[in-house]
């Protein structure tokens, strides 16, 4: 069986540039998961924020799982691909994705990298991340049809793709494979992980808690933090408050991260905008006001003849 490379795993899923394909809805479960990869730092989503309802590209696919198995610094290194049609942005890891053989192209010059990723694309991709081969005589799958082996290990509940893969299923099926069993070893993938330093036993036991809704105590991660379930934040946005009983204080002194995630915590995005207007607009307010003494005070728009 090929062997994966070795994994120093210290990168994450990154941004990738937006695209113009349609959105689809995303689950709860699918936030807690995207936040429970982000408190391991093994995503952390794009500058829009985690957007786990936008389907993905082939190219984008790839770039996700190159930085999710640790091997983005040995992209720059791979054998150059031979493909026309990938941006330079994405060179190292196509280069990467196809020498190690976790992707092929369309055609012998084509990636096809504009093409609309599919979930049998991506779990076949992930089932030769955990080492199992979809060619040769000793094939475990066939590439076209990976969901008899992907449910075996673990990585879906599916039998067939239904059409629609989105961020948010990828970060599902991500998330799946961490305990999944890699080919060959006698580990699984987050064993892996911890024994390459990239997270710790009870950082991935903080995880498994922010991935089921739960709150987390504070002040035991050094990753990146679980958004709305604290981390090494401090406990800043915990779900034990309620979104719109945050102050502007609050808001302002919080890391992006835990901004965005207060964010996806309102219902729609007019009730974020309604609860930021007001929380602003109270701080403003507030700040009109000089204390001059114990329980003293001057209004600064008296003063001002306001």
Same mark, same amino acid.
Request: proline share 2%.
């Given at each position: 069986m090929r062997k994966v490379v070795s994994m120093a795993l210290t990168a994450a899923l990154l941004a990738v540039p937006a695209t113009t394909m349609p959105a689809a809805a995303y689950s709860s479960t699918q936030q807690n998961t995207a936040e429970a990869l982000n408190h391991l730092?093994?995503?952390?989503?794009?500058?829009?924020?985690?957007? &786990?309802?936008?389907q993905m590209t082939r190219v984008?696919? =790839?770039?996700? $799982? =190159?930085?999710? $198995?640790?091997?983005?610094?040995?992209?720059?290194?791979?054998?150059?691909?031979?493909?026309?049609? =990938?941006? *330079?942005? /994405?060179?190292?890891?196509?280069?990467c994705a196809w020498s190690e053989g976790l992707s092929n192209?369309? %055609?012998?010059?084509?990636?096809?990298?504009? @093409?609309?990723?599919?979930?049998?694309?991506?779990?076949? @991709? !992930? $089932?030769?991340? &955990?080492?199992?081969?979809?060619?040769?005589?000793?094939?475990d799958f066939t590439w076209d049809k990976p969901y008899a082996l992907a449910k075996q290990v673990g990585l879906t509940d599916a039998d067939s793709d239904n059409g629609t893969f989105?961020?948010?299923? /990828?970060?599902? =099926?991500?998330?799946?494979? &961490?305990?999944?069993? @890699? #080919?060959d070893v006698d580990k699984t993938l987050s064993d892996q992980l911890i024994e390459d330093g990239v997270f710790t036993s009870a950082e991935l036991a903080e995880a498994r808690k922010i991935q089921k809704g739960e709150s987390i105590s504070t002040?035991?991660? %050094?990753?990146?933090?679980?958004g709305s379930t604290g981390g090494n934040t401090g406990g800043t946005t915990?779900? *034990?408050?309620?979104p719109e009983d945050y102050t502007w204080e609050e808001?302002?002194? @919080? !890391?992006p991260a835990e901004q965005e995630a207060l964010y996806y915590r309102f219902d729609s995005v007019s009730d974020f905008y309604t609860w930021y207007n007001a929380a602003k607009e109270e701080y403003e307010e507030s700040q009109n006001?000089? #204390?001059i003494g114990p329980g003293e005070s001057v209004d600064l728009g008296d003063l001002l003849g306001q």
């Open positions: 730092e093994l995503f952390l989503g794009t500058g829009s924020g985690f957007e &786990l309802d936008r984008e696919g =790839v770039t996700m $799982l =190159v930085r999710m $198995l640790g091997l983005e610094d040995e992209a720059d290194k791979a054998p150059a691909h031979p493909f026309q049609d =990938v941006d *330079d942005w /994405a060179d190292d890891y196509v280069s192209g369309v %055609s012998s010059i084509r990636f096809g990298s504009t @093409m609309e990723l599919s979930e049998t694309m991506f779990l076949t @991709m !992930t $089932l030769r991340a &955990l080492g199992y081969e979809d060619s040769g005589e000793a094939a989105t961020r948010g299923d /990828a970060v599902e =099926v991500f998330w799946n494979a &961490l305990s999944a069993d @890699m #080919e002040g035991g991660s %050094s990753g990146s933090g679980g915990t779900p *034990d408050k309620a808001y302002q002194a @919080m !890391t006001v000089i #204390e």
